[in-house]
């Protein structure tokens, strides 16, 4: 019972990601967000502690899309 709870924070916690990542990011479509967001989440499978998963992903498809952005400017 406490693994699909687990479950359930998490993905509510990657979508929050998304929501956070999209408003910061308008320039992007939230389905290219969700997308990086979600191909972040799967390099993270098998892993055993849970609890900073949403933290991690956020923190890095912000950083691909601050990176991106840069690129673009430069």
Request: glycine letters at 8%.
């Amino acid at each position: 019972m406490l693994e699909g709870m687990q479950t359930d924070i998490e993905h509510e916690g990657v979508e929050k990601a998304i929501d956070r990542l999209a408003e910061r990011f308008p320039d992007v479509p939230r389905e290219g967000i969700a997308d990086l967001v979600h191909g972040e989440h799967a390099t993270l499978q098998g892993r055993p502690v849970r609890d900073y998963v949403p933290v991690l992903v956020e923190r890095a498809v912000r950083a691909q899309l601050r990176d991106r952005r840069l690129a673009l400017a430069g």
